[in-house]
C-alpha cells in the first residue's frame, strides 16, 4: 500500500526558505518517478519539480534557480529545498509518485503520476 505524507509546510516572508519533505511507504522512492505539484486558489495544478528514476531532475521555469528536488533512500523521502520564495509560490504542495514514467526533460504531467499525498500548505507573505 503505497502511502505519501508531506510535510514541512508554513508561513514564509518573501526572500525566505522553506524545506518540504514528503515520507513515502509501501514502495521505495528511487524505483518511482517522484514530484512536486502545487495548486493556488482558483489555479490549475501545476507541476513544480520531478525527479526520475535514473535521479535526473526536473523543474518548472518558474522555479529554477531556487528550488532544489532530492531523495534520500536511507530514508526514503523526497523533499524541496524552496529558497528566494515569492508570494506567487503560495499554494498547497503535494508530493506524488508514478511508476513506468517516460523520462523527459520537463516536469512530467498530473496525470502520468498515480499517487498522491494530502498536501501541505505554503504561505509567503
Known amino acids: 500500500h503505497v502511502q505519501l505524507v508531506e510535510s514541512g509546510g508554513g508561513s514564509v516572508q518573501a526572500g525566505g526558505s522553506l524545506k518540504l519533505s514528503c515520507a513515502a511507504s509501501?514502495?521505495?522512492?528511487?524505483?518511482?518517478?517522484m514530484g512536486w505539484f502545487r495548486q493556488a486558489p482558483g489555479k490549475q495544478r501545476e507541476g513544480v519539480a520531478a525527479?526520475?528514476?535514473?535521479?535526473?531532475?526536473t523543474y518548472a521555469d518558474s522555479v529554477k534557480g531556487r528550488f532544489h528536488i532530492s531523495e534520500d533512500n536511507a530514508r526514503n523521502t523526497l523533499y524541496l529545498d524552496m529558497n528566494n520564495v515569492t508570494p506567487e509560490d503560495t499554494a498547497m504542495y503535494y508530493c506524488?509518485?508514478?511508476?513506468?514514467?517516460?523520462?523527459?526533460?520537463?516536469?512530467?504531467?498530473?496525470?502520468?503520476?498515480?499517487?498522491w499525498g494530502q498536501g501541505t500548505q505554503v504561505t509567503v507573505s
Open positions: 525527479i526520475a528514476r535514473d535521479g535526473m531532475p
Open positions: 509501501g514502495y521505495t522512492v528511487s524505483s518511482y518517478c
Open positions: 506524488a509518485a508514478g511508476v513506468n514514467v517516460r523520462a523527459r526533460d520537463y516536469v512530467p504531467p498530473a496525470s502520468v503520476f498515480g499517487y
